[in-house]
């Protein structure tokens, strides 16, 4: 057991570093800062050190900043509990018996948080951006994110020409979705079918507001 444990433990963190190693090239080319470190001003230098922190040995986080117009990129990587076997395979079993329980996977959210300078705060007014929620959504998961995120509920869902038959577009207008499903995108998730969730666009509250 306590071999196992060190194994996967090193294994979830092989895991996480990876992935922050194999899109550093972007993120060093998006951001002048990706991790915890700041570099030094004259060249940017990638670390896997630096550019991840253990919470548990099931999730990790990473964080970036430093472009223009963009307050920061905080980037949540959580993973099996590969260095517990016993828990894995109840929550195997638990999710096989039970259809509400997602079975155990790893995933990867990324938030991005834009910043205009007028950012909506106790004194100053409203952000300049103006509001919407807009989503590309894997057909298989739209049921369970429109029941968990606020948000999403609000929102119309369609199917939109260039896209395949597995990806729906949900918004509240179509002028929205013709500005952000560029070629470039439409390209991209073409390829992503496997492991793709969610692309959010957001103004409001993942939960719902009191008033």
């Keep these: 057991m306590v071999g196992l444990h060190i194994w996967g433990s090193r294994r979830n963190k092989a895991i996480a570093t990876g992935f922050l190693a194999t899109i550093a090239p972007v993120l060093t080319k998006e951001f002048a800062q990706?991790?915890?470190s700041k570099p030094a001003s004259d060249r940017?230098?990638?670390s896997n050190e630096d550019a991840i922190n253990a919470v548990s040995n099931q999730e990790f986080v990473s964080y970036a900043t430093g472009r223009h117009n963009i307050a920061f990129m905080h980037t949540t990587i959580k993973l099996q509990h590969r260095n517990n076997p016993i828990s894995l395979l109840i929550e195997f079993v638990v999710s096989?018996?039970?259809?509400?329980?997602?079975m155990p996977r790893d995933t990867i959210t990324m938030i991005i948080q834009p910043f205009d300078g007028a950012e909506p705060t106790k004194?100053?007014?409203?952000?300049k951006y103006s509001n919407f929620v807009w989503a590309l959504v894997n057909k298989r998961q739209m049921r369970r994110w429109r029941e968990e995120r606020y948000d999403l509920s609000l929102t119309k869902t369609s199917d939109w020409e260039g896209l395949p038959e597995w990806l729906a577009v949900m918004g509240e207008s179509k002028e929205i979705g013709d500005t952000c499903l560029y070629k470039e995108l439409k390209d991209v998730v073409r390829e992503c079918q496997s492991f793709f969730e969610m692309i959010l666009v957001t103004d409001l509250p993942k939960e719902k507001p009191s008033k």
């Design 34 to 36: 990706v991790g915890f």
């Design 44 to 46: 940017q230098e990638f």
């Design 96 to 102: 096989f018996l039970f259809d509400q329980i997602p």
């Design 123 to 127: 004194v100053q007014g409203n952000s």
